[in-house]
Nanobody
Framework: HVQLVESGGGSALAGGSVRLSCAASGYTFNTYSWFRQAPGQGREGVAAIDTGDGSTYYLNSVEGRFTISHDNAKNTLYLQMNSLKPEDTAIYYC???????????????????WGQGTQVTVS
């Protein structure tokens, strides 16, 4: 039974930091990503990691501020978010897919395993 369980959300002041975690169980995937959804908006890809070759991908607006990583031993995905802005406020979801992806790596429609989401609020 595959499960993705996020933790670490909460409130932060602008300029602050939050670290999200996503514990995966039941399968070790090749590709993991973080998505977010703000009220009234669609779900957008924030960051992705290909654990096969270690490559990472970021939404332009978070590059240089967010860092995605994966601990293979713990099968846990992380998102370190620094220099937070109010526009980063959203529900953040981790997602996983077995395949190695190309340019579509931040496309939410490709992913078939999702966590329950965790709220991040920046004021």
């Amino acid at each position: 039974h595959v499960q993705l369980v996020e933790s670490g959300g909460g409130s932060a002041l602008a300029g602050g930091s939050v670290r999200l975690s996503c514990a995966a169980s039941g399968y070790t995937f090749n590709t993991y990503s973080w998505f977010r959804q703000a009220p009234g908006q669609g779900r957008e890809g924030v960051a992705a990691i290909d654990t096969g070759d270690g490559s990472t991908y970021y939404l332009n607006s978070v590059e240089g501020r967010f860092t995605i990583s994966h601990d293979n031993a713990k099968n846990t995905l992380y998102l370190q978010m620094n220099s937070l802005k109010p526009e980063d406020t959203a529900i953040y979801y981790c997602a996983a897919v077995k395949a190695q992806l190309g340019l579509e790596i931040l496309n939410p429609g490709i992913y078939n395993y999702w966590g329950q989401g965790t709220q991040v609020t920046v004021s």
